[in-house]
């Protein structure tokens, strides 16, 4: 090769990098192989410029020192700005620097709170005020998120806010704290929180509310010895005119402010009426082996004080495999936490249809009388009646069609000390949605702030206000997923000794075995090139 063609060459190269730099931005691709593409937008969102009749204004607004000490602004940029890039038009990506463009009091009133940094610069430490919030405007509404800094459930909260804007719909949804010694603001504060980060607006009713015809999604949490007709009144009638409802009921009350008593509710009519829907909550209670730790103490006869942590088959951790991958609200399950729930059954009449949500494990059995839920004084009458109950047991389930009142054919309820009456129910009951699960806790602060009841829960409100479409963008993360999924034993022992043989002998015997054939493989070539000589 002469020096003019290798000029040339490396002149077409260079000429070709530059090229390629100036495209890169215009046209790009991702290889994604993550389980769940938890790096590619979801086609809802690829596609939500058909949604969109008027232009979708995006602005992150992002404190450039923030932005140079991490990575993760960067990373939610770039997923704004596959947004305008999908949109053919239909959305604008802006970025801007509160301080630099001295937008500080105008975006701090629009929702998008600062936040506090320590850096370090030339050895001096300095706390900096900055900001990362995205606002999303249409025509004159605005919906802010007020704090971004993952990615966590990005593309959900812009997706779902885009949609709920472009509609002009309010995300809202109604909740029924149905038992009388629990409290929203103290029981299910992480349910509020989620809720409203994920753009809901929560409207929070007393049983026997008037529940609006308009409300898209209500949660009725328990209530079965405390929810009377004239509540149940309303429930039912909301449901006939197409009102979408989950129940998180339960049939076994638990004592968990005293010794862990458990007996059979008393109902008022809540699960017979949820059973005439098609749902019945059985009055037992669910164990399984796929079960969540509990810790506990007990004091000895010298007066210390002994923590023990042991595995409490009242708590179930419901594996991914257990949920119904032809449903689009389990599709992508990644498992919930229930604690004393109730198994379900099937019971639904025409034109009603029922599916499973999700299960326990086949290691599950009941308890179906003397009930007993003390890990201290009860451990050894757990499995009392596992030989003759054990198998899988349903625990969530969906029905959709049209329901039969639970009212039909009877006087309306009338409440003793008021004067007001109940509206007559709807001429012809509308199609519906009904969610049941077998445990009121799945919502409750004994979750301790996991994530994935919660993300389950969002999931369902989008299912029951018709956005089925969106509700796998929440769980495409990538999980590690749990440590205890093998459930028997003896396999659970062969799993740790393959583990153990890999990673202990296998792996440092190939290694080995590798360096001593580059040894011999190396000492021949220079053998033979000594022979050459």
Sequence with gaps: ?????????????????????????????????????????????????????????????????????????????????????????????????????????????????????????????????VYTGIAIEYLDQVEVLPVVFSLETLEYDLTSRIRSLVRGVDREIGVIVGDAYRQWTQDYQYLNQSLVQSGFRVRLMNGGDEIPDALPVLFVLGGAEDLDEWALYRIDRYIQGGGKVLFALESVFVDTQGALNARVMMDKGLLSMVSLYGATVKPEMVLDRSALPLQYQTQSPSGAIQLHLVRYPHWIGVLEENGNKAHPLTARFSGVDLFWPSPLELNPLEPVKAEPLFTSSPEAWLQTRDFVADPVTGAALFEREASDTQGVKLLGAALSGTFSSYFANMPKPVREGTLEELPDMPSEPRESRIMVIGDTDIASNFTRGESRNFDFLVQAASWLGNDADIIGIRNRESLGGRLDKILNEEQRVLAMVFARIINVVLVPLGVVVGGVCVALRRRSRIRSLYNGV
């Design 1 to 129: 090769m002469t020096k003019q063609e290798v000029r040339i060459i490396t002149g077409l190269s260079v000429l070709a990098l530059v090229l390629g730099l100036l495209v890169s931005r215009r046209v790009w691709f991702r290889l994604d192989l993550t389980k769940n593409h938890a790096y590619t937008m979801a086609e809802v969102s690829r596609k939500l410029y058909t949604e969109i009749p008027d232009q979708v204004r995006i602005t992150y607004y992002l404190s450039d020192k923030l932005a140079a000490i991490h990575p993760v602004p960067g990373e939610i940029e770039d997923l704004l700005r596959e947004y305008a890039a999908y949109s053919r038009g239909k959305i604008r990506f802006t970025r801007r620097d509160p301080a630099k463009t001295g937008l500080e009091q105008a975006v701090e009133q629009l929702g998008i709170q600062p936040q506090q940094i320590q850096t370090v610069e030339r050895d001096q430490a300095s706390i900096a005020t």
